[in-house]
């Protein structure tokens, strides 16, 4: 009932009619090779299977979770084709893949069912952004287009009702971490395997958030 997209289509930048310059998208850059999918569109079929810069990827996102990973969809040199499973683990989509049926979690790539279980699919450096700032920068970059050959219809958010309440439904099964809203969106960084996350709340009034580092984390 959740189609992936396996042939995308795209327009380039100075074309494009239908998006304004505040929707918010995904942006993949591969080799000089810029792309822009926008949320819109990954809501109603949350996986593109795509080749960006010569490189199979599958541009992922979860509209329960507002998770956006881009993973390189190739295993033991073998491109493999993501879809929607259907099933959902702590309101995270669940991916499989046609070759195996293995089931995938997409917040963290890892395979949890099946014969490839145990196994994780490389993540690629994406970002969210909005079209607007997108176009500014690749002015003559590609961006997925409002016809993907199945009818389908982009711009209504079928899961207002669910983003808008205080925790999630039954999907999630464990217990609820009561630090911050349980649906509060948070920019996550994991650098070597140190996790951290940043709430939008925050953001919106710091605006720039310093790592002891000295790396610093920015909103737009």
């Known amino acids: 009932l959740i189609p992936p997209i396996d042939v995308p289509m795209f327009e380039r930048v100075p074309v494009v ?8 998208g995904v942006v993949l850059v591969i080799g000089g090779d810029a792309r822009f999918y926008p949320l819109s569109v990954l809501t109603r079929h949350e996986i593109v299977n795509d080749r960006v810069g010569g490189t199979a990827v599958a541009v992922t996102y979860c509209p ?3 998770t956006a990973v881009v ?10 084709r993501l879809g929607v499973s259907g099933l959902l683990r702590n309101s995270d989509l669940v991916m499989w893949d046609r070759d195996t049926t293995s089931l995938w979690q997409q917040v963290t790539g890892d395979a949890i069912v099946g014969v490839h279980a145990g196994r994780s699919l490389e993540v690629l450096p994406s970002r969210l952004t909005s079209f607007g700032s997108y176009a500014e920068a690749y002015p003559q ?4 287009g409002p016809d993907q050959g199945i009818g389908a219809v982009y711009g209504a958010n079928p899961y207002v009702g669910y983003s808008s309440r205080p925790e999630p439904y039954s999907l999630f099964a464990g217990e609820l971490d009561d ?3 349980a649906l509060e969106r948070v920019v996550a ?5 140190e996790v951290k996350g940043y709430p939008f ?3 919106a009034d710091e605006i720039v958030v310093n790592f002891a580092d000295g790396a610093s984390l920015e909103a737009e």
């Open 71 to 80: 993973f390189e969809r190739v295993l033991d040199g073998e491109e493999i």
């Open 189 to 193: 960084v994991d650098e070597a395997g």
């Open 64 to 66: 329960l979770c507002n």
């Open 141 to 144: 970059g590609l961006a997925l």
């Open 17 to 24: 009619e239908w998006l304004s310059d505040v929707d918010p």
């Open 179 to 181: 630090r911050l809203p």
């Open 201 to 203: 709340s925050v953001l």
